[in-house]
């Protein structure tokens, strides 16, 4: 490529057809009720019963650590400490978080976003979320590969003084800024992952978009436009880091 030529602009397509998609996590972090890890796994339940859906808690390890200790520790502090799962969604709780999980087979971004914004209505409902502190898109994708082949399945090149990185494991973690958004990249390789019976060994990645309340009433109000253009920027920066083998070998489907 000359000097000053721009690179030309990658189309993105829709979704693959060749699902790579392990879990896609929506989280809401929150000041709320000192009662709220406790009571609203039974508000929800009844909310998810009421749409005659079947549903089972489930009592997490850290339910019973007291909050006083998993506040001093920040890898605790917004862990999940009850789950409610029904179909293959699985909503998470604690006194300072609510997240909701769906695994594949990924329903498409539609449907997912139909329940988020039910768990939204019934946490507003339930009168126990008090001041937002950020909401979060994260979505987690695999690709069955040997321990080398990272570099064919993502555009990745890494330079550490002189020394470039070559194929082999790696994980990596790299915090970025995209269209007024905080945003995390992970990557992991190799992985052992379990699903359609069996644990298979490949790449992980993980991209997630997150956005800060500004301490106002407004975010409820901007919350569909956000979540939105945070789900796009999400797919952005996932197809930015395939490579167009991967893409294709996937089987793209574009817009009409």
Not at 57 to 79: C, H, K, T, W
Not at 181 to 199: C, L, W
Not at 214 to 220: I, L
Not at 225 to 241: G, I, N, P, Q, Y
């Amino acid at each position: 490529m000359q000097k000053g030529a721009k690179r030309k602009k990658r189309r993105i397509p829709r979704r693959l057809e060749t699902e790579p998609l392990l879990e896609a996590i929506w989280e809401l972090r929150f000041e709320g009720d000192p009662a709220a890890g406790g009571a609203l796994p039974g508000i929800l339940y009844e909310k998810i019963k009421a749409e005659g859906r079947e549903a089972k808690i489930e009592a997490l390890p850290l339910g019973s650590v007291p909050r006083n200790m998993r506040d001093a520790q920040d890898q605790f502090r917004y862990a999940p400490t009850s789950a409610l799962r029904y179909n293959n969604y699985t909503i998470l709780i604690s006194d300072r978080i609510a997240a909701l999980s769906v695994v594949r087979p990924y329903p498409g971004w539609s449907e997912y976003a139909e329940h988020i914004f039910e768990l939204v209505q019934w946490l507003q409902d339930s009168g126990m979320i008090k001041n937002i502190e950020q909401a979060s898109v994260r979505y987690l994708d695999f690709f069955e590969c040997g321990p080398h082949d990272i570099f064919k399945k993502l555009r990745v090149g890494i330079h550490i003084g002189d020394l470039k990185v070559g194929p082999g494991p790696l994980t990596l973690q790299l915090n970025i800024a995209r269209g007024g958004f905080d945003g995390t990249i992970n990557i992991a390789n190799p992985t052992s992952v379990a699903f359609e019976g069996q644990v298979r060994q490949g790449l992980v990645t993980g991209v997630q978009v997150s956005w800060k309340s500004s301490g106002d009433e407004n975010f409820w109000k901007t919350f569909p436009d956000k979540l939105s253009a945070a789900k796009k920027t999400c797919h952005e920066v996932f197809f930015e880091l395939l490579t167009e083998e991967t893409v294709r070998d996937h089987k793209p489907i574009y817009e009409d």
